[in-house]
């Protein structure tokens, strides 16, 4: 699953121009009280010395973060993910076709084979979310748009049928998300991955109970939008994740992320917020565990 050129096109733009000059960052100070990794693709092997799935679970384990989401975003990675976690207690599910993947499958005749595909795996028992899935108007023209909106209204219709999750990739189309989520009803529990928007996207997902999953960019320079919808998010709506091996916090901001690297995201928020950083990590690892349930499940082969 690490081979760039098995990865979807949207993910491939985002590799680094110069792989063989990337290194992992060191380990960070421990957390005092964990938390889980809300969205992770470890998957994909990335830098000068690649590290395998276990390897990364075993540095997170060792800095406090208990628990990772791995996130599907076309069948293989999908199917990876459900395998993956029916047999590794650290590691949850989820599954969906990435927004600028179902105009790939609609030109090919095969969305809807594709989604039949995602409903099957959002059955399994350590699935527990359906994602990444949304809209993206970046990288997806208007050719595309009717694909994005047939996909994205199925992947809630199989979360709500499922009683799971929905995680939302939402790029340069904050008011059609919302637009769609309004129109056919969103899940119970609908997280805003790698929230991008600003105070008042975070208003309207307060409103709605929608949580907000803070990444590594929350702590960037120029990411004066996203603190600003930090201060307008409740604590009872706030998540943390990487976005792995993507959007690496500062201060190691250009070489490749990790679950492990959790601790530096965490703590500036938390210093944004001016509040400690046991009790930030107590509440978001509560919040995690009520939008996707408990880890220590016994993981078993499914089916």
């Not at 791995?70 to 069948?75: E, I, M, S």
């Not at 609908?190 to 307060?206: K, N, Q, W």
Request: hydrophobic share 40%.
């Amino acid at each position: 699953m690490s081979d760039p050129e098995s990865l979807p096109a949207f993910l491939r733009e985002r590799e680094p121009s110069d792989r063989t000059e990337q290194a992992y960052p060191p380990l960070p100070e421990a957390l005092v009280v964990p938390v889980y990794d809300n969205h992770t693709h470890l998957e994909i092997a990335h830098g000068l010395d690649p590290i395998d799935y276990h390897e990364q679970l075993d540095r997170a384990s060792a800095v406090g973060v208990r628990g990772v989401v791995q996130v599907g975003t076309d069948l293989e990675t999908s199917r990876w993910s459900a395998e993956q976690a029916a047999r590794e207690p650290r590691m949850l599910a989820a599954v969906a076709l990435h927004p600028n993947e179902a105009p790939v499958y609609d030109e090919a005749g095969g969305l809807d084979d594709a989604l039949a595909e995602i409903a099957e795996l959002a059955s399994w028992p350590r699935v527990r979310a359906v994602g990444e899935t949304g809209l993206d108007f970046f990288r997806t023209g208007d050719d595309g748009r009717a694909a994005q909106y047939r996909s994205f209204e199925a992947h809630i219709a199989i979360a709500k049928e499922n009683g799971i999750a929905l995680q939302i990739h939402d790029r340069d189309a904050h008011a059609e998300v919302i637009a769609t989520l309004k129109r056919v009803g969103a899940p119970e529990r609908t997280v805003f991955h790698c929230f991008s928007g600003d105070a008042e996207l975070a208003r309207i997902c307060t409103e709605n109970g929608w949580y907000m999953s803070f990444a590594g960019n929350v702590t960037f320079k120029n990411a004066g939008d996203l603190r600003e919808a930090l201060e307008v998010a409740p604590r009872a709506l706030l998540l943390v994740e990487t976005d792995a091996p993507y959007l690496t916090p500062t201060p190691f901001r250009g070489r490749p992320n990790a679950p492990y690297l959790i601790p530096h995201t965490l703590r500036a928020m938390a210093a944004h917020l001016g509040t400690d950083v046991s009790m930030l990590a107590a509440q978001i690892s509560s919040n995690t565990e009520l939008v996707y349930g408990r880890w220590d499940d016994d993981p078993v082969q499914a089916s």
